[in-house]
């Protein structure tokens, strides 16, 4: 399979826990911006304090901030051998500034994870993570339909996107990418 990949879907549907597994079995790192962003958070730095209140609304952080927390990621020794990146791009400018960046070396695959609306507002009130209130996971949904789902068109111009239904189990789900992927 391709070792320079990203993972699209809507929140909730089990990116992060699908990117971590997948990463760990072939061996890329995993780059999610929102684990760098809380990381920010939990630091206290600046660009935290920043985030924080942003993030807790539902709201994208803006386009800069996360550009260039991962075009220096993508600089990192350990990304030469491939990269999944999980919440990222979320944006149009997102996904031309990740284009540029990775010219010389495309992506290969782009994994879209696709489940329910409703299956996923109850699985992130389940969750329970401190920016789960019902009123941000709404306007969770609502920042992804408007700007992170036209993002599908954008990959399937370059014939990356791999669909994968992403309504099951955990091993379920990982299977389907796994077959996705191995086509
Ligand atoms: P995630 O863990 O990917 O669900 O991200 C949690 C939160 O971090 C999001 O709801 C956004 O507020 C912020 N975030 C993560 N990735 C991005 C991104 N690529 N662009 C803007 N905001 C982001």
């Given at each position: 399979?391709?070792?320079?990949?990203?993972?699209?879907?809507?929140?909730?549907?089990?990116?992060?826990?699908?990117?971590?597994?997948?990463?760990?079995?072939?061996?890329?790192?995993?780059?999610?911006?929102?684990?760098?962003?809380?990381?920010?958070?939990?630091?206290?730095?600046?660009?935290?304090?920043?985030?924080?209140?942003?993030?807790?609304?539902?709201?994208?952080?803006?386009?800069?901030?996360?550009?260039?927390?991962?075009?220096?990621?993508?600089?990192?020794?350990?990304?030469?051998?491939?990269?999944?990146?999980?919440?990222?791009?979320?944006?149009?400018?997102?996904?031309?500034?990740?284009?540029?960046?990775?010219?010389?070396?495309?992506?290969?695959?782009?994994?879209?994870?696709?489940?329910?609306?409703?299956?996923?507002?109850?699985?992130?009130?389940?969750?329970?993570?401190?920016?789960?209130?019902?009123?941000?996971?709404?306007?969770?949904?609502?920042?992804?339909r408007?700007?992170t789902e036209p993002?599908?068109?954008?990959?399937?111009?370059?014939?990356?996107?791999?669909?994968?239904?992403?309504?099951?189990?955990?091993?379920?789900?990982?299977?389907?990418?796994?077959?996705?992927?191995?086509?």
């Open positions: 399979m391709g070792r320079r990949a990203l993972i699209l879907g809507p929140p909730g549907a089990g990116k992060g826990t699908q990117a971590a597994m997948l990463c760990k079995a072939i061996g890329i790192p995993h780059m999610s911006t929102g684990e760098m962003l809380r990381d920010h958070v939990s630091r206290g730095t600046d660009l935290g304090a920043r985030a924080k209140v942003i993030m807790e609304a539902g709201d994208l952080v803006p386009d800069d901030i996360v550009i260039a927390m991962v075009k220096e990621r993508l600089t990192a020794e350990d990304a030469r051998c491939g990269f999944l990146l999980d919440g990222f791009p979320r944006t149009a400018p997102q996904a031309e500034a990740l284009d540029r960046e990775v010219a010389d070396q495309p992506l290969e695959v782009v994994i879209n994870l696709e489940v329910d609306e409703e299956e996923l507002v109850g699985r992130m009130l389940a969750r329970g993570r401190a920016d789960d209130t019902e009123e941000t996971v709404r306007n969770r949904f609502v920042v992804y408007r700007q993002l599908i068109e954008h990959y399937e111009k370059q014939g990356l996107i791999r669909t994968v239904d992403g309504l099951g189990t955990i091993e379920e789900v990982f299977g389907r990418i796994c077959t996705a992927l191995a086509s």
